[in-house]
């Protein structure tokens, strides 16, 4: 049967083999720092070189002139609280109409509104537009005929209240005066679908979305 050789030894040659009286030889070079001599030493009985890194700098003693200032930077955070918009109420109020006959006004509310209700007096159709030019262009528009599908009309609201209550909540229908300049004027259109002539009151609730 062959024999296994034994594990040579010589790596051990290449570590140093330290005791409590073995220590570097460090020289002191007045003047340079620093230096190979002081940096690079090699223990007795070793043969890889140790590496001694520079000690730090001493801390001075108190009382010689020497200070250290701390600074603390504070921050404080404030919280404040945004003030939600509240509602509000407009009200328009019609001449005397005659069955079928429409009149053309304006209400001021603000530039943006999110609408919530629309109550009226009498029987009516009323419309609500964003510019006076899609008013007087929607004026003949029939009641039975609705506004033309992708076409621009400046139209956000054409409600028609026969039945009792006559009111209309709003399910998150904005609306917005598109005038240039912008301003807080919205065009509302009456008409009276009753069977009665009278003056027709328009109440509007909404919410100011813009000043």
């Given at each position: 049967m062959p024999q296994i050789p034994p594990v040579s030894s010589e790596a051990e040659s290449?570590?140093?083999?330290?005791?409590?009286?073995?220590?570097?030889?460090?020289?002191?070079?007045?003047?340079?720092?620093?230096?190979?001599?002081?940096?690079?030493d090699f223990h007795l009985g070793g043969k890889i070189p140790q590496f001694r890194a520079p000690l730090p700098a001493q801390t001075p003693a108190q009382g010689t002139g020497m200070s250290t200032t701390k600074t603390v930077i504070a921050s404080t955070a404030s919280a404040s609280t945004a003030?939600?918009?509240?509602?509000?109420?407009?009200?328009?109020?019609?001449?005397?109409?005659?069955?079928?006959?429409?009149?053309?006004?304006?209400?001021?509310l603000s530039k943006s509104n999110l609408f919530l209700q629309l109550a009226a007096s009498a029987p009516a159709r009323i419309r609500l537009y964003s510019t006076a030019n899609a008013q007087s262009s929607d004026l003949s528009r029939s009641l039975s005929l609705p506004p033309g599908l992708g076409t621009v009309q400046g139209i956000f609201s054409d409600i028609q209240l026969d039945t009792v209550p006559l009111l209309w909540k709003y399910s998150e229908t904005v609306g917005s005066n598109m005038d240039t300049p912008q301003s807080n004027t919205i065009y509302i259109t009456f008409n009276n679908i009753g069977v009665a002539s009278t003056a027709i009151t328009a109440t509007i609730t909404y919410v100011p979305l813009q000043s």
């Open positions: 290449l570590l140093p083999r330290r005791s409590v009286i073995q220590v570097c030889s460090l020289p002191y070079i007045p003047g340079i720092f620093p230096s190979t001599n002081n940096i690079i003030t939600l918009p509240q509602s509000q109420v407009a009200s328009i109020t019609s001449p005397v109409l005659n069955p079928g006959n429409a009149f053309a006004g304006i209400v001021l």
